[in-house]
């Protein structure tokens, strides 16, 4: 149980992750800055731990032999043990320890390497080129469900050989699995999540059989599709195994599909927030890839990650025992005034950034790579041929405390 301090501000003592209103996640900012000034290492009403500090998440970061991302024990609690929620997360590659963590890394490591992405580099382009084309016809855009979204849908959909005309069903089993990650579990979160995870299941077994039947090896190699002939087929006569294989492509449409919308819809808000900055990005395409780590760090798309302690250690003064579980907000360590100079403001140009968008150590993103280069291509495309392009409407936040982004979001080409 937390213990009541006196000393601290009415929206610290308060802070739980249980009970968020709408003012937190619309603008969770200043709250963070208060908990990082007043109590960066916080015990939550829950028990858990709450950390704020960039340093602090970067220690936990890298040491991955004390604090564990292992989640069977957590999510047993909180899906139940054998849930479709339950199998996923704990077979699935980002909530796993060595050496399964490892295993399952090293064969998709081949999909993500610089030689990959750059074969891919004049696809991607073509991909967005044409979504913008097909935006011009009417004069503007949602940038998510038109762009943001509809981009890694198309990445991830050629990356698992998934048909054309089912892709459209991707987009929502990802937001249903990974809806169910937030701090609060409602019975409706749980049960959208649950449905969505078995009927990917019974869609990619289906799926994976289809295409093992028809996968020549040697013409695979030149197909995006080869992600799943090289998960399928394994490396050096090691394979995953039938469940693991269903479940780390169900992983592979969540880390790619979540963290590139909201990187390119984020991104695309903020440069509307400080038009100094998108006249400044639009004048000067150089600075793309600085400005694509500041929207990484301005607004992280994911700005929550967790880890179990399971020996005994002390961050930033506080001792933990094992077993305690720890938060760590990405979003308040990103804007550490002590890593990060003026970090309320958008610089396209900020060197360096160490942001933790992407975690770090052993479980830093594996698709981090990928993320980056949609993420390029498309805001840079977009400034290159409507760099007047405006906010019309009403922009929809999706009302998320772990994943932030929106869910619409229009604009107009000037």
Known sequence: MATSRPDLPPQVARFDLR?????????????????????????MPDGSWFLTRYDDLHAVYRDSR?????????????YGEGTPLHRHHTTSLVFN?????????????????????????HRFQALVARMLDRAEKNGGMDVIADFASALPVEIVGDMLAVPHEDRHLLRDWSLAIL??????????????????????????????????????????????????????????????TSAELVQNCIFLLNAGHETTTNLIGNGIAALLEWPDEKRRLANDPGLIK??????????????????RVVERVEIGGVTFEPGALVTLCIG???RDPAQFADPDRLDVGRTPNRHLAFGAGIHACAGMSL??????????????????FRATGTAVRGGRARFRGYLSFPIQFS
């Open 19 to 43: 009970a968020l209103d709408r003012d937190f996640l619309d603008n969770p900012y200043p709250v963070y800055h208060l908990l990082r000034q007043h109590d960066p290492v916080r015990h």
């Open 66 to 78: 004390r604090f564990s991302s292992d989640k069977k024990v957590e999510f047993g609690a909180k």
């Open 97 to 121: 320890d060595p050496p399964l963590h490892t295993r399952v890394r090293r064969l998709l490591s081949p999909a993500f390497t610089p030689r990959a992405l750059k074969l891919l580099e």
């Open 179 to 240: 809806g169910a990650l937030e701090p609060v579990l409602t019975p409706e979160r749980a049960e959208q999540g649950h449905r969505a995870v078995a009927e990917f299941e019974t869609y990619l077994e289906k799926h994976i059989v289809d295409w093992e039947t028809r996968m020549d090896a040697r013409e695979a190699e030149d197909a995006y599709g080869d992600v799943l002939a090289g998960l399928i087929r394994g490396e050096n006569g090691e394979k995953l």
């Open 290 to 307: 600085p400005a694509i780590e500041e929207f990484l760090r301005f607004e992280s798309s994911n700005q929550l990650g967790n880890r």
């Open 332 to 334: 308040a360590a990103n």
């Open 371 to 388: 993320a980056r280069l949609e993420g390029q291509i498309a805001v840079q495309q977009l400034l290159a041929r409507f760099p007047d």
